[in-house]
């Protein structure tokens, strides 16, 4: 029984996503809500299920994701790479086509902080000469 229950966790911009997969009918919950629900966004959607679409496994698994932190997409983001992780340890012939498909990589790209005297990372405030 232990033995059907797979975890790992992905990470997105500030989003976290602790993911457990057990063989099911390929039902996938976020926070206690269908997919379709939590996600309203079908570019989303697609996003999350795309680790399941290259290997194939769409109807083998269902998914309980518990995600927190960031935005919709950051977050859609984090549970794919929570999925893929997940796929490489349950089946490690998976890897290549999931590092190929880049979705085990953790994305490292962060929003940068805002400097002081100026109006934002980059931006900075009108000059005036006179």
């Given at each position: 029984m232990a033995q059907d229950l797979w975890?790992?966790?992905?990470?997105?911009?500030?989003?976290?996503?602790?993911?457990?997969?057990?063989?099911?009918?390929?039902?996938?919950?976020?926070?206690?809500?269908?997919?379709?629900?939590?996600?309203?966004?079908?570019?989303?959607?697609?996003?999350?299920?795309?680790?399941?679409?290259?290997?194939?496994?769409?109807?083998?698994?269902?998914?309980?994701?518990?995600?927190?932190?960031?935005?919709v997409i950051g977050q859609a983001g984090a549970i794919r790479h929570g999925i893929s992780r997940v796929l490489v340890t349950i089946n490690p012939e998976f890897r290549p086509a999931l590092k190929k498909a880049e979705l085990l990589t953790r994305d490292p790209r962060m929003k940068e902080r805002k400097k002081y005297g100026q109006r934002g990372a980059r931006a900075r405030y009108q000059y005036s000469k006179r």
């Open positions: 975890h790992a966790v992905g990470k997105r911009k500030t989003s976290i996503a602790r993911v457990w997969l057990r063989p099911g009918s390929g039902v996938i919950t976020v926070n206690d809500m269908a997919l379709d629900k939590y996600i309203t966004r079908e570019s989303g959607v697609e996003v999350v299920k795309q680790p399941l679409e290259i290997t194939e496994t769409i109807n083998k698994y269902d998914i309980n994701v518990n995600v927190k932190g960031g935005g």
